[in-house]
């Protein structure tokens, strides 16, 4: 029974975290849903750029810390092992509906690209980005990142499945690229509010953050391998020579 129950508790979290991620595109298109990046009254703007960055700081702490080597062997004392990804998921989608939920709106235009072409492209871009995003996901064992495959494995008494090192698709050309998904759509709109900027510089910054933190965890994990890896591979965008691109 504990094992089936750990096992729903991960499919509950993972339609959380799908719902959440389909609402965050579509609250950052400021489109289709009722509440998005540029929508409601909102507060003063100095009350506002307040909230929002208190926002984006509590989903980078909660994404940061709750994704450490010494949190998790705490975590793992008061939740059963099995289940520590799908908390973590669970956790972040809250975290993220959180700010979708309170985000401020600040309605000042910082571009506004109208040239036809132009804007279809950023249009175009935005999608794009979340494309990358999703695929990449399944580059690098989409159950096993969203907590899935772990309670499986624990529901039919299989062992506990370590993924390794991986190289595969995107993986090749760059080491982030779900991250490189992100930046494209967050930073590509041809509308781009006061507000929607704030979303984007703070999502920015926490993505250099996390993975510089990401980065040491890999390290201590793999070492070698992904120090090479780190030579010959740019961290967000192909064809930069630097390994810091
Ligand atoms: C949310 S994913 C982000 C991965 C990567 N930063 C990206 O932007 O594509 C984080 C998880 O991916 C794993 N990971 C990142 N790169 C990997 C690789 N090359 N091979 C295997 N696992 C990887 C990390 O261990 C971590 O658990």
New binding site residues.
């Given amino acids: 029974m504990k094992r089936i129950s750990a096992f729903i508790y991960s499919v509950i979290s993972y339609f959380t975290f799908i719902g959440t991620f389909l609402y965050l595109v579509f609250f950052l298109g400021d489109m289709l849903v009722p509440k998005t990046v540029n929508s409601g009254d909102g507060a003063a703007a100095l009350t506002a750029v307040l909230i929002n960055l208190g926002l984006i700081g509590l989903f980078g702490v909660q994404h940061t810390v709750m ?1 450490r080597k010494s949190f998790k062997d705490r975590w793992t004392q008061i939740i059963p092992n099995p289940i520590e990804r799908s908390t973590y998921v669970l956790f972040s989608s809250l975290a993220v509906i959180i700010l979708m939920l309170f985000w401020q709106p600040l309605p000042g235009v910082i571009w506004d690209v109208e040239t036809g072409w132009a804007s279809m492209l950023l249009e175009w871009g935005f999608w794009l980005g979340w494309t990358i995003v999703f695929l ?2 399944w580059m ?2 989409h159950f096993n ?1 969203f907590g899935l495959k772990q309670t499986w494995n624990y529901m039919k008494h299989h062992e506990m499945d370590h ?5 595969p698709g ?2 090749k050309y ?9 930046l494209i759509a967050f930073w590509s709109t041809p509308e781009m509010s006061t507000g929607h900027l704030i979303f984007s510089a703070g999502m920015t910054l926490y993505i250099l953050v ?2 510089y933190f ?1 980065e040491k ?2 390290m201590k ?1 793999f070492g070698d391998k ?1 120090g090479d ?1 780190r030579e010959r591979v740019p961290k967000f965008f192909p064809f930069f020579r630097k390994s810091e691109a």
């Fill in positions: 994704a990449s996901t690098i064992d990142l993924p390794g090192f991986m190289e995107f993986y760059v080491r982030h690229p779900l991250m490189t998904g992100f996390g993975v990401e965890a890999m994990r992904y890896y």
